[in-house]
Nanobody, 132 residues
Framework: QVQVVESGGGLVQPGGSLRLSCKISGSVSSINAMSWHRQAPGKQRDLVAVISSGGSATYTNSVKGRFAIFRGDAKSTDDLTLHLQMNRLDPDDTAVYYC??????????????????????WGQGTQVTVSS
């Protein structure tokens, strides 16, 4: 079993920055893909960024050049940390952000073209509000 817990959300002014963190614990050796998603009010949940099984990062077009997904230093063999650095934030980035991980293999190619992939474990979400 895998547990996923996000943190770091909050209120930020347009143009500002925020870093989200995701602590992943449990059977972390089974994790092959890690991702961030977001859901704005009244909209469907969308993929924001993913790290594939090969370690490559892929982003949705609206955040390219502004957001960065990366793994934190492992503190032990039983947990992982995933971050989402968000810069030049815009009110359109306002949403609940979710961390999600999966055990299936996700190739760089499939991540790049957005192939369907099952993320089996999800966090509870953290709210990001961009407003002046």
């Amino acid at each position: 079993q895998v547990q996923v817990v996000e943190s770091g959300g909050g209120l930020v002014q347009p143009g500002g920055s925020l870093r989200l963190s995701c602590k992943i614990s449990g059977s972390v050796s089974s994790i092959n893909a890690m991702s961030w998603h977001r859901q704005a009010p009244g909209k469907q949940r969308d993929l924001v960024a993913v790290i594939s099984s090969g370690g490559s990062a892929t982003y949705t077009n609206s955040v390219k050049g502004r957001f960065a997904i990366f793994r934190g230093d492992a503190k032990s063999t039983d947990d992982l940390t995933l971050h989402l650095q968000m810069n030049r934030l815009d009110p359109d980035d306002t949403a609940v952000y979710y961390c999600a991980v999966g055990t299936g293999v996700l190739s760089d190619y499939d991540a790049d073209i957005g192939s369907p992939y099952e993320y089996e474990f999800w966090g509870q979400g953290t709210q990001v509000t961009v407003s002046s």
